[in-house]
């Protein structure tokens, strides 16, 4: 079966310090992944995707994330944390021949100032 | 200014009730989609269509319905037969190729009692 894991409900990490968060998923064929973050009572905001090349990603705000096709993993990092990343993040991916998206069950990060 | 609008912000409805939930985008997006979310269970996938008189079902499509009559609308309609309605909806939006990353409107609180 297709899925997205995120292992970790909750992240805290100190503002300054860099942060990570894990996602791992299972799908057949090549995998489109993507970030999102949320604040509260509010829709997701696009991070960041994979679709093909450069097994490094950037997006907005700083993040990064990296594609890792022998562990199946595409981690959110970002090198300097701030408070105001302290929202909700969700790994997502797209079913290979489908329009189809699978979305983790998100992990809260917290910064702690 | 682009976007997807969701309305009303927060719905307060009656057990037994049937309620409309509002979609509209104007980013010439061919596909929508209805998540449903939940604390701790993350986003999961009401109903999806990618073109115009066509939709799918999800994962979770039991006691809901939608329409498509439109590009840019795709109401969903919670009906009575839903037995947890009760939740935080949110449609979003996506082109069929190309970017791919979906866009979501802010979202929809239903409460039901």
């Known amino acids: 079966a297709q899925s997205v894991a995120q292992p970790e409900d909750q992240v805290n990490v100190a503002e300054g310090n860099p942060l990570t968060v894990k996602c791992t998923y299972s799908?057949?064929?090549?995998?489109?992944l993507f970030w999102y973050v949320q604040y509260p009572n509010r829709g997701l905001q696009f991070l960041l995707k994979y679709i093909t090349g450069d097994n490094l990603v950037k997006g907005s705000y700083g993040f990064e994330a990296e594609f890792n096709k022998s562990q199946t993993s595409f981690h959110l990092k970002k090198p300097s944390a701030l408070v105001s990343d302290s929202a909700l993040y969700f790994c997502?991916?797209?079913?290979?021949?489908?329009?189809?998206?699978?979305f983790g069950t998100g992990t809260r990060l917290k910064v702690l100032a | 200014d682009g976007g997807i609008t969701q309305s009303p912000k927060y719905l307060f409805r009656k057990e037994g009730q049937n309620v409309t939930l509002s979609c509209e985008q104007n980013l010439n997006h061919d596909a929508m989609y209805w998540y449903r979310q939940d604390p701790g269970q993350g986003l999961r996938l009401i109903y999806y269509?990618?073109?115009?008189?066509?939709?799918q079902k999800g994962d979770i499509a039991e006691g809901y319905s939608v329409s498509r009559e439109k590009k840019e609308s795709f109401p969903l309609t919670v009906t009575s037969a839903q037995k947890n309605p009760t939740a935080f909806y949110l449609c979003?939006?996506?082109?069929?190729?190309?970017?791919?990353?979906?866009?979501f409107g802010p979202g929809t609180r239903l409460t039901v009692t």
């Open positions: 269509s990618q073109i115009v008189n066509d939709f």
């Open positions: 799908v057949s064929g090549n995998p489109y």
């Open positions: 979003a939006s996506s082109m069929l190729a190309g970017g791919l990353e979906q866009y």
């Open positions: 997502a991916v797209r079913m290979a021949g489908t329009y189809k998206y699978i």
